[in-house]
């Protein structure tokens, strides 16, 4: 596939670590959340590899943060997920799917529970500010909504509790899963929480102060050295086997949670009012039509830039492929793949065309790893 420069531009916002990514090699953007967003650092298996074995810095900005504060925030905070948070506790971080009146997914964001009336909204790609802004107009919530000034560091792989350890101490490596609390660095003081687009463990830094952030940034590279840090960003292989989904891939608004697998983050039978409840329990009660599920490929190579159909043996189209890359672990491509009922049960097979060369496919469950 031919590669395209991204033309920068003032609505396409450069992120406070953009010079020294660039000083570092990176080799491709995406956009995300009308932001830069690094996409490779050279070979995406290299990438692979080195992030399962040792440690990488990634610049995360895109990101975006939407705070919701005031007296009416948890109120609003619940009528936009289908995940119950009633009883959602200050220092934690929730994942929660954002759906709309007819359950379609409007984002899958990760939301900090900062106070009992202060809540962070870190959000995937799509503009959730405007969505939570309609909301709480119609409603006449007496909230504030706005998006802070917050770049997020993330910082993945096995060695990264290590790194960590030696600039915050032994404190943030006893941070459970999903937990966040302030730790300071050249006199400012950073919400870090233990979390992180990929399985390979780590944490995400939620820099508001980016003089500091930027010092910590060089000192992760300089601390690092012994682990042998690198630059990096999310990984297409890494987060496929790990079925880390992709809102806007993966997913999307034409998408309930139910077909997505997000099943426990359905909170149904619960007193909580949220928007698309009613849809969701007509859904639950006649059964989903159509599942994401993973998918194995008899083949080494593919690009999906648009959904790839999947056929049956009558050449019927059963499903689309969303996301897929060659796997080194599988020595094959998987992905990740909308099926039709009774096509999405483990097993069934199928066919793609790919390039003009029809494949084999078979049917497997989310993660592979």
């Given at each position: 596939?031919?590669?395209?420069?991204?033309?920068?531009?003032?609505?396409?916002?450069?992120?406070?670590?953009?010079?020294?990514?660039?000083?570092?090699?990176?080799?491709?953007?995406?956009?995300?959340?009308h932001?830069?967003?690094?996409?490779?650092?050279?070979?995406?298996?290299?990438?692979?590899?080195?992030?399962?074995?040792?440690?990488?810095?990634?610049?995360?900005?895109?990101?975006?943060?939407?705070?919701?504060?005031?007296?009416?925030?948890?109120?609003?905070?619940?009528?936009?997920?289908?995940?119950?948070?009633?009883?959602?506790?200050?220092?934690?971080?929730?994942?929660?799917?954002?759906?709309?009146?007819?359950?379609?997914?409007?984002?899958?964001?990760?939301?900090?529970?900062?106070?009992?009336?202060?809540?962070?909204?870190?959000?995937?790609?799509?503009?959730?500010?405007?969505?939570?802004?309609?909301?709480?107009i119609?409603?006449?919530?007496?909230?504030?909504?706005?998006?802070?000034?917050?770049?997020?560091?993330?910082?993945?792989?096995?060695?990264?509790?290590?790194?960590?350890?030696?600039?915050?101490?032994?404190?943030?490596?006893?941070?459970?899963?999903f937990?966040?609390?302030?730790?300071?660095?050249?006199?400012?003081k950073?919400?870090?929480?233990?979390?992180?687009w990929?399985?390979?463990g780590?944490?995400?830094?939620?820099?508001?102060?980016?003089?500091?952030?930027?010092a910590?940034?060089?000192?992760?590279f300089?601390?690092?050295?012994?682990?042998?840090?690198?630059?990096g960003c999310?990984?297409?292989?890494?987060?496929?086997?790990?079925?880390?989904?992709?809102?806007?891939?993966?997913?999307?608004?034409?998408?309930?949670?139910?077909?997505?697998?997000?099943?426990?983050?359905?909170?149904?039978?619960?007193?909580?009012?949220?928007?698309?409840?009613?849809?969701?329990?007509?859904?639950?009660?006649?059964?989903?039509?159509?599942?994401?599920?993973?998918?194995?490929?008899?083949?080494?190579?593919?690009?999906?830039a648009?959904?790839?159909?999947?056929?049956?043996?009558?050449?019927?189209?059963?499903g689309?492929?969303?996301?897929?890359?060659?796997?080194?672990?599988?020595?094959?491509?998987i992905?990740?793949?909308?099926?039709?009922?009774?096509?999405?049960?483990?097993?069934?097979?199928?066919k793609?065309?790919?390039?003009?060369?029809?494949?084999?496919?078979?049917?497997?469950?989310?993660?592979?790893?």
């Amino acid at each position: 596939m031919k590669n395209y420069f991204v033309a920068k531009s003032r609505r396409l916002r450069s992120t406070p670590y953009t010079s020294r990514i660039e000083n570092q090699g990176v080799t491709a953007y995406s956009v995300y959340n009308h932001m830069l967003l690094p996409a490779a650092f050279g070979s995406l298996e290299d990438s692979y590899h080195h992030l399962k074995k040792h440690v990488q810095v990634w610049d995360v900005a895109g990101e975006r943060q939407v705070e919701i504060s005031g007296k009416d925030s948890a109120k609003l905070v619940q009528l936009m997920t289908c995940r119950d948070l009633s009883k959602s506790k200050v220092g934690r971080c929730y994942y929660c799917p954002i759906i709309d009146d007819r359950a379609g997914l409007i984002n899958d964001p990760v939301i900090l529970k900062l106070r009992e009336d202060r809540w962070w909204v870190s959000i995937a790609d799509s503009d959730v500010i405007l969505f939570a802004k309609g909301l709480a107009i119609g409603n006449s919530f007496d909230v504030k909504i706005f998006e802070p000034n917050v770049n997020i560091l993330a910082v993945q792989g096995p060695k990264s509790f290590k790194l960590m350890e030696i600039i915050f101490g032994k404190k943030i490596v006893e941070m459970k899963f999903f937990g966040f609390d302030y730790f300071e660095f050249a006199g400012a003081k950073h919400l870090i929480a233990r979390s992180g687009w990929s399985k390979q463990g780590g944490y995400e830094i939620y820099v508001e102060n980016i003089e500091s952030g930027l010092a910590l940034y060089d000192k992760l590279f300089e601390v690092g050295k012994e682990f042998n840090v690198k630059p990096g960003c999310p990984n297409l292989i890494e987060r496929i086997e790990s079925a880390l989904l992709s809102y806007g891939n993966d997913m999307d608004n034409n998408d309930n949670p139910l077909e997505c697998g997000l099943d426990k983050y359905v909170n149904l039978d619960t007193e909580v009012n949220f928007l698309g409840k009613e849809k969701l329990k007509e859904v639950r009660n006649k059964g989903i039509a159509r599942k994401l599920m993973g998918v194995i490929i008899e083949s080494k190579e593919i690009n999906v830039a648009k959904s790839i159909n999947l056929t049956n043996d009558k050449n019927l189209k059963i499903g689309e492929l969303r996301s897929g890359v060659y796997s080194p672990h599988f020595k094959k491509v998987i992905g990740i793949a909308m099926l039709d009922k009774p096509y999405y049960e483990i097993s069934q097979t199928f066919k793609i065309s790919i390039n003009g060369d029809v494949f084999e496919g078979k049917v497997c469950d989310l993660p592979f790893i």
